[in-house]
Nanobody, 115 residues
């Protein structure tokens, strides 16, 4: 079983930056893929960024060039660096790990982009 805890959310002005962290309870080295999803009020949860254990990444079109996903296997942590934030990035951000065919989720961290 994998437990995930997100942190780093908060209130930021448009154009600002935040870095989210997702700490896993065990080694992430063997987890095939981990990702960040977000859910805005009244909308479905959507994939933001994903990283494989080999380091390959993919991003939603809406965040390409602004967000960067990375991981530190020694700290069992996945990060999401978010730059040039826009009001439409406002959402609860969830960390996800897919391991042995099972999806694990954190409880989420709220990101609010507003002036």
């Amino acid at each position: 079983q994998v437990q995930l805890v997100e942190s780093g959310g908060g209130l930021v002005q448009p154009g600002g930056s935040l870095r989210l962290s997702c700490a896993a309870s065990g080694s992430i080295f063997t987890i095939p893929a981990m990702g960040w999803y977000r859910q805005a009020p009244g909308k479905q949860r959507e994939l933001v960024a994903r990283i494989t254990n080999g380091g390959s990444t993919n991003y939603a079109d809406s965040v390409k060039g602004r967000f960067t996903i990375s991981k530190d296997n020694t700290k069992n942590t996945v990060y999401l660096q978010m730059n040039s934030l826009k009001p439409e990035d406002t959402a609860v951000y969830y960390c996800n790990a897919n391991h042995n065919g099972i999806d694990y989720w954190g409880k989420g961290t709220l990101v609010t982009v507003s002036s």
